[in-house]
């Protein structure tokens, strides 16, 4: 018995040492949830999109850009939020031990099929870390046409948005990089609430 507790104590120091201990979302309204919890940030016009499979979108009316750091592309060339100014992007953080990442990505695929030509983008960042675990996912965004594949192995980028730490996590920024909405959770991003609330973006100037 003091053998196995040692070792659970053991995994437990190495899990915190390596960053990889995720805390338990609690949803706003749960056991153990507060009324501030509840009522959250103050909410621009983007939050009437709050609604269907969207209900828990955070639409914050305080302004602010997207997080000055840097990710890699399929080819392991380095890119920033800054490379996409002048388009709506949709980005999304993933990994392959997220089954709901993984349940929603074909939403994602239809909704960036359904805008291509326009100026949406729609940027899976996936944040599994070691050669395999990267080269299983960009297989399976290979069938997930036409996302392109971009990589945070650091697994920082989750913890750098208002859903810190969430998973899956999808933020909506504007032309200027400043975000203007966030989910945690799986969503179905073909759904018309979804397209409305691109829209809305993609009618801004």
Not at 20 to 49: C, F, N, R
Not at 50 to 67: E, I, M, W
Not at 79 to 105: H, I, Q
Request: some cysteine.
């Amino acid at each position: 018995m003091k053998t196995a507790l040692a070792i659970g104590a053991a995994v437990l120091v190495a899990l915190i040492a390596g960053g990889v201990l995720l805390y338990p979302h609690i949803v706003p309204g749960s056991k153990g949830a507060t009324a501030a919890d509840a009522a959250g940030p103050a909410q621009s016009e983007l939050s009437v999109y709050a609604k269907g499979p969207l209900t828990r979108l955070s639409a914050p009316a305080d302004l602010v850009p997207a997080p000055d750091y840097g990710f890699v592309d399929r080819e392991g060339e380095a890119a920033s939020f800054a490379d996409f100014r002048g388009k709506v992007v949709v980005v999304n953080l993933w990994a392959m031990w997220c089954a709901p990442c993984r349940t929603e990505m074909p939403t994602l695929a239809t909704l960036a099929s359904a805008y291509q030509g326009t100026d949406l983008l729609v940027l899976p960042i996936n944040v599994d870390s070691g050669d395999d675990a990267i080269a299983d996912a960009k297989s399976f965004l290979d069938v997930h046409e036409p996302l392109p594949f971009y990589s945070d192995k650091s697994f920082r980028l989750p913890f750098l948005f208002p859903e810190s730490g969430k998973m899956p996590q999808t933020i909506l920024l504007d032309r200027q990089g400043r975000i203007r909405a966030t989910f945690a959770g799986e969503a179905d991003w073909a759904s018309a609430e979804a397209r409305a609330l691109v829209d809305a973006l993609l009618a801004e100037s």
